[in-house]
């Protein structure tokens, strides 16, 4: 087995959308009254500001935009603003539901429709906080990057052939088949990284309002499961067929650590906070597993049709990607909030990836490739949110992502959301929340001149996405 390919694999894709269900309940009392920040007067006597129940907007939505819709493999994002809710104890738990709705529009110059190739997919979320004003501490366990794509409704059932007789990385060498011995075509695509993390907040209060910094530790595995079809000729550089097999792969990297550290600065009493968070990448590598080659039809007689041969697989090494998070909400007016986000993510990690199988007594040894070479991404959000009493908020926003597709790869052009979601407060412990998700996602395209191995187009697609969350507060 030739050495594994480092090639970074900036884990993104059709990412899910982001949260957006507003806690806005408190609002009206906050804005009825406009005293000086960090302090109020009773008497004539300083009070210090109550802390109003509310939280930065958590924006739920669908496949590439908006935190888990955004630009790439992007999915949930760890639930750290429970460290601001009020109580002692509060645990969360939601469940996104994201439909992408991307296919392609031709294929090698072949004109037609041939199915949505992103597949729809659930996240969950969940987090577990206790605190008080002072200090916090916040468990989470959330799917932060995944992506499914199976391009069996294209021509022939997969994407077009590649030479899979080598290891190279380069788009030249994939698409030269004068020497091939072996190519493959690329039938399904999948991977997943789970993240668990611990996230701490240290508070400050001040006349001129309140401070916190915040930080914590996470582990992220990963997980790749792939299927190719794959034809060996009689000799290389001799486009004659003796076997046609189907391989089937999956690959594990273990758990992996990064970090995250941010600060927040809040007047409470305008229902004012600005919070910036950053999250460090995180290299997977070692990722190896088993898979199965499985003969569909053969010249060769010790190779009937039907013979399954075990395969050693790899993939290369993978990065999900740095990013930077920035979200600020504000009162305007009585019972109503102004919200915006804003995500900076380094997608331009994400190049090239291989997957390689190997198993010397059968003399297997292949690969199949695909190349992204990415540019980063970057996801802005504006809306408003209202409280209709005590116990009803909603909230509606746009936004907008920077596609990252450069020509190598077209799945991720920009995207334009509409997103809303309300709340539903029973009492003082407990919340639900529903909300949901449209995109618009404009066309693009792919070609060999831009370092894809095919060419292909993309119209002008949707994405669609429901999110619901229960919080409860001791």
């Avoid at 039938?187 to 668990?196: N, P």
């Amino acid at each position: 087995m030739e050495k594994k390919s480092e090639v970074k694999f900036a884990l993104c894709c059709i990412c899910a959308v982001g949260q957006f269900c507003t806690r806005l309940d408190g609002l009206d009392d906050a804005m009825q009254s406009r005293k000086r920040p960090g302090v109020g007067r009773v008497g004539g006597e300083p009070m210090p500001i109550h802390r109003k129940n509310m939280s930065i907007a958590l924006v739920l939505v669908a496949a590439s935009s908006t935190s888990a819709l955004a630009g790439g493999f992007q999915r949930g994002t760890a639930d750290t603003d429970i460290l601001f809710e009020p109580g002692t104890v509060n645990t969360r738990a939601s469940l996104t539901y994201i439909d992408p709705r991307r296919g392609f529009t031709s294929i090698d110059g072949q004109d037609g429709d041939f199915d949505n190739y992103t597949g729809d997919y659930l996240i969950p979320n969940y987090a577990i906080s206790l605190g008080n004003d002072v200090f916090g501490c916040a468990a989470t366990a959330t799917e932060s990057f995944a992506a499914e794509a199976d391009y069996s409704g294209a021509p022939g059932g997969a994407l077009p052939m590649q030479v899979s007789s080598t290891q190279s990385t380069s788009t030249a060498d994939r698409t030269n088949f004068t020497t091939a011995s072996s190519v493959s075509r690329t039938q399904r695509l999948a991977f997943d990284s789970q993240e668990l993390g611990l996230t701490c907040r240290v508070s400050y209060q001040a006349e001129s309002g309140r401070y916190s910094l915040l930080g914590g530790v996470f582990v992220e595995d990963f997980h790749f499961e792939g299927t190719s079809l794959g034809t060996t000729y009689i000799a290389p550089g001799v486009p004659f067929p003796v076997v046609n097999s189907r391989i089937d792969v999956e690959s594990d990297g273990g758990y992996k650590a990064g970090f995250r550290i941010g600060a927040a600065y809040e007047i409470p009493e305008y229902a004012l906070r600005i919070q910036a968070m950053y999250r460090s990448e995180v290299k997977h590598d070692e990722i190896e597993g088993d898979g199965t080659v499985t003969i569909l039809n053969s010249l060769v007689q010790t190779l009937p049709a039907g013979t399954v041969i075990p395969v050693d697989s790899y993939f290369s090494e993978a990065t999900s990607p740095q990013f930077v998070d920035i979200k600020a909400q504000t009162g305007i007016a009585p019972g109503w909030l102004l919200l915006g986000s804003f995500r900076w993510t380094d997608w331009s990690t994400n190049e090239v990836s291989v997957s390689s199988i190997s198993n010397a007594a059968a003399g297997i040894s292949s690969s199949s490739f695909a190349p992204y070479h990415w540019r980063d991404g970057y996801t802005a959000q504006i809306g408003v949110g209202h409280a209709f009493n005590d116990q009803i908020s909603a909230a509606v926003a746009v936004g907008f992502d920077s596609g990252v597709s450069t020509g190598a790869e077209t799945t991720y052009t920009d995207l334009y959301t509409l997103s809303g979601g309300v709340s539903f407060k029973a009492n003082k412990m407990a919340e639900l929340r529903f909300g949901g998700v449209v995109g618009y996602w404009t066309n693009g395209d792919q070609s060999t001149s831009q370092d894809s191995y095919y060419d292909a187009t993309v119209g002008d697609d949707m994405v669609y996405g429901v999110n619901a969350s229960f919080r409860l507060t001791f």
